[in-house]
């Protein structure tokens, strides 16, 4: 096990001036990294279970400085350290209560991406905390094992907070992810992997200038923090549980010698049975737990290829499309623990099935707005009846990638153009990439947790569209609850 002392001793380094001849990059053509680091793990967040069953974390939102590049030092901001945060664990079933104290400079909120939860602990933009105020959400995990994540969700200013850093992996335990013969030995055989894009300025902070229609596009790939990393592999096989933490970039993932490997986990958890694919694309705020088997002594690159899926994308290259990047080193020990085969099943999922009357709903993205609109906190796009399962069907009308997250549930995809979707989509998913013209129904179901004031997100995740009011709001209501949203004053971070 890694220690948080070893994590932060890895990251954190005394200001350097960064050597002559590196100038600012102005381009996103990739840069090359010489070396390579030891990948860092988070630390798993302490926590403390009280005699009332509640499990217990704290989270500090401060600043620092990381090391991401090797002898440069970044000003960052993190979560209890300099940069990302500690891995949450807590299992289905638990009751857990987070004290978030805000030691930035200005408000911040922290998000729960995935889970389900009361709308007033979802930490959007309706639960901001001030500078040194602390926020203390608790709820009751009530869904499968999964990598989520935690992220800030100030309204405008997501891309800026995340950019900086903030960013944190929320895992969930059950039973039925403990039974199955997967890799599940953290930071060893289990591996947190988000995956980031950065461009620095010639001093080494993050250049948070120039943004493509898309967001903040970098020339850097950092893992976990850092760029150029590599993990090196003890055991046959190896889990990566992989975020797309970046503002805008999409990866086109594979092995560098085109080797299979095995999806066995999406969004929301494990999935049904493993699929073998030799390429996977992630648009940002997805996850994806992948298994990558290995032979002693070998060097194997995680890479992203340029993106495929481009049709009716006004100017791929200038989004990034065409880069190819090597993401993270996987370094083979001579002699490699041995690992069960994989399971051929893994978790069962039952398809929702809508009511026979579904309320279906129809999303248009469009430039910065979803259904010619842009945000407004101060509106509540729509309600939806508590117990009830719906079908959303959402459509790309652009010439620009969008994807289509939304809070408070995970969801399963029906129809991609009204085909049934593709494998790598046949699980729980909170955040699906919407290709240009191309219309995909989702079907989630709103099971509880009913609230006429506080509502829930949806949006798209390339945060400098939701930034830019690419977003909308949901109450979930019981039999004749009426809406009673709080009037917010939003002139400081409205972007209209
Ligand atoms: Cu990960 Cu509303 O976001
Ligand atoms: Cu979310
Ligand atoms: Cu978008």
Not at 229 to 247: D, F
Not at 404 to 419: M, S, Y
Request: overall charge negative; proline content about 8%.
């Amino acid at each position: 096990m890694v220690t948080r002392r070893g994590f932060l001793t890895g990251l954190a380094l005394t200001p350097v001036v960064y050597a002559a001849g590196c100038s600012v990059r102005t381009s996103s053509a990739p840069a090359a990294v010489a070396g390579t680091r030891a990948l860092p793990i988070p630390p798993l967040a302490p926590s403390t279970l009280g005699a009332d069953g509640v499990r217990r974390f704290a989270l500090r939102a401060q600043t620092g400085n990381t090391e991401m590049l090797r002898g440069s030092s970044t000003p960052t901001w993190g979560y209890s350290g300099s940069v990302l945060g500690p891995t949450v664990r807590a299992r289905r079933g638990e009751q857990v209560e987070f004290t978030v104290t805000n030691g930035l400079p200005e408000a911040t909120s922290v998000h729960w991406h995935g889970m389900h939860l009361p709308a007033k602990f979802d930490g959007g933009p309706h639960q901001m905390i001030a500078p040194g105020a602390t926020w203390t959400p608790r709820w009751t995990v009530q869904q499968q094992a999964a990598t989520l994540w935690y992220h800030p969700h100030p309204h405008g200013a997501t891309e800026k907070h995340v950019q900086r850093g903030l960013s944190g992996f929320f895992l969930i335990d059950d039973e039925d992810a403990d039974a199955l013969a997967l890799p599940k030995d953290y930071g060893v055989d289990d591996i947190p992997l988000v995956i980031q894009d950065r461009r620095f300025t010639a001093e080494g902070s993050i250049d948070e200038s120039d943004p493509t229609d898309i967001g903040l596009l970098g020339d850097t790939i950092v893992t976990n923090g850092i760029a150029g990393a590599h993990l090196t592999v003890t055991t046959e096989r190896v889990r990566l549980r992989i975020l797309n933490g970046s503002s805008g970039r999409l990866y086109n993932l594979a092995l560098a010698d085109g080797r299979t490997f095995h999806l066995v986990g999406t969004d929301g958890g494990l999935l049904p049975k493993p699929v073998a694919l030799e390429q996977l694309q992630l648009s940002p705020g997805e996850r994806a737990e992948l298994v990558v088997a290995m032979s002693p002594g070998e060097l194997l690159k995680l890479r992203s290829l340029p993106i495929t899926d481009r049709d009716g994308i006004d100017r791929p290259t200038e989004f990034g499309f065409d880069d190819t990047f090597d993401i993270l080193d996987l370094r083979a020990a001579d002699t490699l623990r041995p690992a069960a085969a994989l399971p051929a099943t893994l978790v069962p999922m039952t398809a929702l099935t809508a009511a026979s009357t579904p309320a279906t709903r129809s999303f248009d993205l469009q430039w910065f707005m979803i259904n010619n609109q842009r945000m407004d906190m101060n509106r509540i796009d729509l309600t939806v009846p508590v117990d009830t399962t719906e079908v959303w069907s959402v459509r790309n009308k652009d010439n620009w990638p969008h994807n289509f997250h939304v809070h408070d549930v995970q969801f399963q995809v029906l129809t991609v153009d009204g085909k049934p979707p593709p494998p790598a989509l046949s699980g729980w998913k909170d955040t699906v990439y919407t290709s240009s013209g191309t219309t995909y129904t989702l079907a989630m179901r709103f099971a509880d947790h009913t609230d006429p004031t506080y509502p829930y997100m949806y949006h798209c995740h390339l945060l400098h569209h939701e930034d830019q009011g690419m977003m909308g709001q949901f109450l979930v209501l019981a039999p004749g609850q009426r809406p009673a949203p709080m009037a917010m004053d939003t002139g400081s971070t409205h972007h209209g």
